[in-house]
């Protein structure tokens, strides 16, 4: 079993900036590729950024130079940097990892930015 859990979040004027953790734990032999994925509200879930077990990374475009994906192997666990933080970045934040194939989602953190 893997378990995925997530901190950080919470509400933070235009322009600010907050930190998301994320840890894995359990069944997770070496690195794993991991993810962050957003949903605003009345919308589909969206890529944020990834990572690789080879700290590869990936982003969506439009966030490219606002938001950072790091981790730290020793404790299986990723961080999503967001600055310069805007109204349309509220939402419900989900960090995810990848297992043997299988796709593991932690609880979500929301994220609310005020004008």
């Known amino acids: 079993q893997v378990y995925v859990v997530q901190s950080g979040g919470g509400l933070v004027q235009a322009g600010g900036s907050l930190r998301l953790s994320c840890a894995a734990s359990g069944s997770i032999l070496g690195r794993v590729a991991m993810g962050w994925y957003r949903q605003a509200p009345g919308k589909e879930r969206e890529l944020v950024a990834t990572?690789?077990?080879?700290?590869?990374?990936n982003y969506a475009d439009s966030l490219k130079g606002r938001f950072t994906i790091s981790r730290d192997n020793a404790k299986n666990t990723v961080y999503l940097q967001m600055n310069s933080l805007k109204p349309e970045d509220t939402g419900v934040y989900y960090c995810n990892v990848l297992v043997r194939n299988n796709l593991y989602w932690g609880q979500g953190t929301q994220v609310t930015v005020s004008s």
């Open positions: 990572i690789t077990s080879g700290d590869n990374t």
